[in-house]
């Protein structure tokens, strides 16, 4: 059974950081409907005021943080030492686990195009050891099909493997389709799957996807993506629905208001960072 568009979400102009313009289309109020993906941030923008401002250092936990540019540049820095920089076409994946603070800074380029993911941990994780990985362009496979190709920026594709969280399976491409080109692919009956329309417009089993836009997949065992008139770009996110409590506020994402209250308490207490991070790169 091919899989079919269940929910449609365009998302609002908002600022956030220091004055970073974006574009939120996925937040609390659809947390459970795209389960386990609790936030999409989307970038596009050629005017590097609205940007440069970027994210002063911030605290998180009990998520993971996945920024992917395909165009632009973001430095990351951490308050455990780590600093790194990813520039087109790679991904910034950051495990907060029991508690991190880190900085964003967004310096100006031709063009700031991306998206930025807060992927939930399931309760067992919410209190793993934190890391930080850089996944590098020469990381990332480019798999070609007729019409495109797939950049496989994390989980498995096919036959082939790229970089892989170790907390909660993610398949994370990167889908390039020529113009009325058609992208078919076998998926897995119980799996959570989302896309988003970075560039251009698609069609789902007859329904057209406008630009920026996320959407929530029925169930089925394959999904058809028919390109329209233009070149466009597709994220596709599959994981595992979680179906745990959700309590949110802010920065830190747990499962209940006392573990909620926890993590603020510690913040002021200054116990918040509870162990080095893995670092990898």
Known sequence: MNRKVEITRTGRRT?????????????????????????????????PSEYIAGFPLHPHRGIET??????????????????????DGEVQWMNSGSGITHAEE???????LGVQLWLNLPRAEKLSSPYYYKVSKS???????????????????????GFSGENLPLDYYDIHLAPNATFTIDTK????????????????????ISEK???????????VINN?????????????????????????????KEELKEAFDDLDRGTFIKEKMNYGN
Do not use: C
Request: aromatic letters at 6%; zero cysteines; proline letters at 3%.
């Open 15 to 47: 600022v956030d950081g220091a004055g970073v313009n974006l574009v939120r289309v996925l937040g609390d109020d659809t947390a459970e409907e795209f389960d386990p993906i609790l936030m999409l941030d989307s970038f596009d923008s050629m005017d």
């Open 66 to 87: 996945i920024s992917y540019l395909s165009k632009g540049k973001m430095k990351h820095k951490d308050s455990i030492g780590n600093e790194d920089t990813i520039t």
């Open 106 to 112: 967004l310096p100006a380029t031709d063009r700031m």
């Open 139 to 161: 990381d990332i496979e480019e798999i070609p099909f007729d019409g495109g190709f797939v950049r496989l920026l994390a989980g498995s594709y096919d036959n082939h493997k």
């Open 189 to 208: 009956q119980d799996s959570s799957i989302m896309l988003f329309t970075l560039i251009g417009e698609i069609n789902i089993e007859g329904e057209k």
């Open 213 to 223: 836009t996320a959407v929530k997949l029925g169930e089925g065992d394959k999904l």
């Open 228 to 256: 329209r008139d233009r070149d466009s770009q597709v994220l596709f996110i599959s994981s595992k629905k979680l179906g745990e409590p959700i309590a949110w506020a802010g920065p830190i994402v747990m499962n209940t």
